[in-house]
């Protein structure tokens, strides 16, 4: 699948380039010319992949290349203002060639949070193809502004894609690590999880055997309709060094039987390895009874691969979801050394963790609120209580 990348905020930078470093280690051809837009200059140089070209700043009439300091109401005033900026370094990319646009934004801060939104409802309004988002939502425990962004930009990122794909901090922040090398794990996980499904459909070289590939419009069609999205992902090392199932083709038939032991092993693994994508840490953790849509995606080397294990689980999904709107497909990674499975599942809604994350909000919001009324009453107070001799300068 071809997939336009734009970054916005440093969250969205850092990912879109962790994305790039993906393309160039498999070798794939699946980012369309990758942008990152920022407020904060430094940012944009701490970028290692994306082109230097590609780095659009904006807003630098109002904050100076500074940031917007999780202000996320500056942060989409600035992306509305300077939205033909971000515009120009679009016309760069070749849009016929692109599937579909993946706006990538932690939406706890200010400038993504505000700008990943604004950019999306601009991107609709003038392509055919759909706009998918990747949000971020903040740890717990950074505090009420960050949650309060993120529920409000949450709601509207929803609203102006074609479907929000999910990855929430909480559930995936390590426990004694720095913030900086926490993320940069983080940010490998998000890639491998996303990377593999967007690579699904494109491949290195052509002669490559597969069973039923992905095609793009698998996955577009699992987004399309909207809503809330969460993948699973697992993995398993494998032994190449029997040369698998297809180096046995042509063998006697008295090979038959260890023949068929491989097959069963084969299917077996891959239906192993589905369940634990689905039942393991989701990017969004989530009750799956009740999700639209999925797409299954199993990868590896052509002989690890079979049609058998990913119907029957697909056939499981299909259970767990109690949706029968599932698809599934392989996707061929001949000098792999491991088989892996991701899982889609899209209009998710039995999500606790975004009841928690409203709920939170609207306490952030009555405790600004509140201050925001006491405010002056308080300065009030501290200036002129008591005080009511001495005369103001002016
Ligand atoms: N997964 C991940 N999350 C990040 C990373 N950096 C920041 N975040 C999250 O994203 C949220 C927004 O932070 P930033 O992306 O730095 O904010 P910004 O969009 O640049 O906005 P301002 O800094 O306010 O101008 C934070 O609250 C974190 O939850 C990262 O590298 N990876």
Redesign the pocket.
Same mark, same amino acid.
């Given at each position: 699948m071809k997939v336009a990348l734009i970054g916005f905020?440093?969250?969205?930078g850092?990912?879109v380039d962790e994305f790039v470093d993906y393309e160039r280690r498999t070798g794939l051809d699946i980012f369309s010319s990758p942008i990152a837009v &920022? !407020?904060?200059k430094t940012?944009l140089r701490g970028l290692e992949n994306v082109p230097v070209d590609n780095r659009v700043l904006i807003g630098q009439a109002r904050v100076k290349g500074h940031?917007?300091?999780?202000d996320n109401e500056l942060?989409a005033a600035i992306a509305e203002q300077d939205i033909d900026e971000v515009q120009s370094a679009l016309d760069e990319i070749p849009v016929h060639e692109v599937d579909a646009f993946l706006i990538v934004?932690?939406l706890?801060?200010? !400038?993504?949070?505000g700008g990943a939104p604004v950019l999306a409802k601009h991107l609709k309004r003038i392509y055919t193809e759909p706009v998918f988002g990747l949000g971020?939502l903040?740890?717990a425990d950074?505090g009420g502004i960050?949650t309060l962004n993120a529920a409000r930009s949450f709601q509207t990122f929803v609203r102006e894609t074609d479907n929000v794909l999910v990855?929430d &901090?909480d559930a995936w922040r390590q426990t004694g690590e720095s913030m900086a090398g926490g993320?940069d794990q $983080? &940010?490998g996980e $998000?890639v491998r999880r996303f990377g593999m499904l967007f690579a699904a459909g494109e491949t290195v070289g052509n002669d490559q055997v597969a069973e039923s590939v992905v095609d793009s419009s698998e996955i577009i069609n699992t987004l399309a309709g909207g809503g809330v999205s969460t993948v699973g992902y697992a993995s398993e090392t494998v032994d190449r060094s029997d040369g698998g199932l297809l180096s046995r083709v042509g063998r006697g038939s008295e090979d038959a039987v260890v023949d068929d032991m491989e097959e069963a092993n084969t299917t077996n693994r891959i239906t192993s390895l589905v369940r634990k994508a689905a039942l393991g840490r989701l990017t969004l953790p989530c009750d799956l009874s009740g999700a639209e849509r999925s797409l299954l995606v199993v990868g590896g080397p052509p002989e690890f691969l079979n049609r058998k294990g990913i119907e029957r689980g697909r056939s499981w999904v299909e259970e767990e979801t109690g949706s029968m709107e599932v698809r599934g497909g392989d996707y061929p990674i001949p000098d792999s050394e491991t088989v892996a499975s991701a899982v889609l599942f899209s209009g998710v809604h039995k999500v606790p963790r975004i009841k928690e994350l409203q709920q939170v909000a609207i306490e952030a919001r009555e405790n600004l609120d509140q201050l925001q009324s006491e405010s002056e009453d308080n300065l009030d107070k501290l200036l002129n209580e008591g005080a009511e001799e001495i005369a103001p300068l002016y």
């Open positions: 905020g440093q969250a969205g850092k990912i &920022n !407020t904060a940012d940031g917007v300091g999780a942060g934004a932690g706890g801060g200010g !400038t993504g949070s971020v903040p740890a950074e960050y990855f &901090n993320y $983080i &940010n $998000i």
